[in-house]
């Protein structure tokens, strides 16, 4: 374990969310001091003590210790992609096509919309990133701001994911959305 990489690590991404040592500190029941040292590579400190401090940033354990996240290259194959999470009822499945969120800000995945006739969800969502997405198959009305926007194969579309949005089925057949979340504070 190379403690200079898992400092810069934890470093880099607390100050990407922009939270002080003293939050972080604070919330995982440890000193500013300590903490500073861990961030600097001065300290080991304990597996408990970095299982804290990623779940105050959260992301996994393995992502801080991660040797391999900061390279140019995450490859992904298909047969090695961990399957669709979600509940096909509540009208989404996903796919993560890369795990490199918390290092480059954008989040790629495959959301599965549910056919009309197995989806019930109709409440609209938010969150705090920009989103692009790119219809891969099939259609969907992209509900954005209390309007409706007929989407099908090849359309694309960018977006403020702090409005109101929601992907409504637009038949029985499901439709595969490449989705793009952007962290615009990265």
């Not at 002080?20 to 000193?31: L, R």
């Amino acid at each position: 374990m190379d403690l200079n990489k898992i400092g810069q690590k934890i470093k880099q991404l607390r100050l990407r969310q922009k939270k002080t040592q003293q939050q972080i500190a604070d919330v995982c029941g440890i000193s500013k001091s300590m903490l500073s040292k861990i961030e600097n590579g001065q300290t080991a400190s304990a597996v408990a003590t970095l299982s804290k401090i990623s779940e105050a940033l959260d992301v996994s354990l393995s992502w801080v210790l991660d040797d391999k996240t900061n390279e140019d290259l995450v490859l992904q194959k298909r047969s090695n992609r961990k399957s669709k999470v979600g509940d096909v009822h509540m009208g989404y499945s996903y796919e993560l096509l890369a795990n490199r969120a918390h290092s480059s800000g954008i989040e790629p995945t495959i959301v599965h919309v549910a056919p009309k006739n197995m989806n019930r969800r109709n409440e609209s969502y938010t969150h705090s990133q920009d989103e692009f997405i790119f219809i891969l198959e099939g259609a969907i009305y992209l509900l954005y701001d209390e309007e409706n926007y007929y989407m099908e194969k090849g359309d694309s579309a960018y977006f403020q994911g702090s409005k109101p949005h929601l992907f409504v089925p637009v038949n029985d057949e499901e439709a595969q959305v490449l989705t793009c979340f952007i962290d615009q504070d990265v």
